[in-house]
C-alpha cells in the first residue's frame, strides 16, 4: 500500500513538474513571438487554457488579447474557439449570464464556418450552462443535437463525452431510463477506445443513477467496476 502511494505522489509530482515546464515554454513562445498572428493566439489560448484550473484569474488577459488578435485579423475559427474560452472563464466566476451570451457568440461564428469539432465542443459548454441555470428543455435539445452529429462518427473519447452529456440531460429531467441508455452508450464506446478515465467517470454515474431510483443491486455492480 504505501509503494503505491509512493508512486502515485511521484507521478503527481511529476505531472506538476511537466505542466509548469509546459507553462514555461508557452510563456518563452510568448515573449519571442510578438507578432500578431495565428502563432500567437494559439499560444495564447494554450497558456489560458493552462490557468483554467489554476488560479484562472490570471488568464483573462491572455483570453483579451486572443480575441483582439483573432478578430482584427479574421481569424474567424480562433475568435470562436477563444469566445468558449472566454464563457468557460466565465463559468468559473459564476457568472452564468455572461458565460452564456459569450458561448451563444462562439456558436454563431463557428456556425458560419462550419467547423464541427469546435462546434460540438462550444454546444457542450452552453448546454451545460443552460441545464445549470436550470433551462432543462434548451440543454436537451442541444445534447439531441450534438449526439445527431456524432451518430456516425468512428468511437471516441469525445463522441463518448457527447452521450455522457445527454445522458446528463436526461437524468435532470428524471427520465431515468433514457439517461440510463445514453449513459450505458458512453460507457460502450469508451471501453472500446480504451478510454480509462471516461469508463471510472460512467460507472462512477451509472451507480448513482441506480441508487437515485432505489436500483441498489445494480448501483453496487457498477461501484465493483470503478
Request: with cysteine.
Amino acid at each position: 500500500m504505501k509503494k503505491v502511494l509512493l508512486m502515485s505522489l511521484m507521478c503527481l509530482s511529476f505531472c506538476a513538474i511537466a505542466q509548469d515546464q509546459k507553462q514555461d515554454s508557452l510563456i518563452q513562445t510568448l515573449e519571442s513571438r510578438l507578432q500578431r498572428d495565428s502563432i500567437r493566439v494559439d499560444a495564447l489560448i494554450e497558456v489560458a487554457n493552462y490557468y483554467q484550473f489554476k488560479e484562472y484569474q490570471k488568464g483573462l488577459p491572455y483570453i483579451e488579447e486572443a480575441l483582439e488578435i483573432a478578430q482584427e485579423k479574421r481569424l474567424n475559427v480562433r475568435e470562436g474557439i477563444v469566445l468558449r474560452g472566454l464563457a468557460a472563464h466565465y463559468l468559473r466566476m459564476g457568472l452564468y449570464d455572461e458565460a452564456i451570451d459569450q458561448a451563444i457568440a462562439s456558436l454563431r461564428v463557428l456556425e458560419k464556418e462550419k467547423n464541427k469539432n469546435e462546434l460540438l465542443l462550444t454546444n457542450s459548454l452552453l448546454a451545460r450552462l443552460y441545464r445549470d441555470k436550470g433551462f432543462l428543455d434548451k440543454a436537451l435539445e442541444i445534447n439531441k443535437k450534438n449526439a445527431l452529429l456524432v451518430e456516425n462518427d468512428p468511437e471516441s473519447a469525445l463522441k463518448a463525452r457527447y452521450y455522457f452529456d445527454l445522458g446528463n440531460s436526461y437524468k435532470e429531467l428524471k427520465h431515468y431510463e433514457k439517461a440510463e441508455s445514453n449513459y450505458k452508450t458512453a460507457l460502450d464506446i469508451a471501453l472500446k477506445v480504451n478510454f480509462v478515465p471516461g469508463q471510472m467517470v460512467m460507472n462512477l454515474t451509472l451507480a448513482q443513477l441506480f441508487k437515485t431510483i432505489d436500483q441498489y443491486d445494480k448501483a453496487r455492480m457498477f461501484l465493483g467496476k470503478i
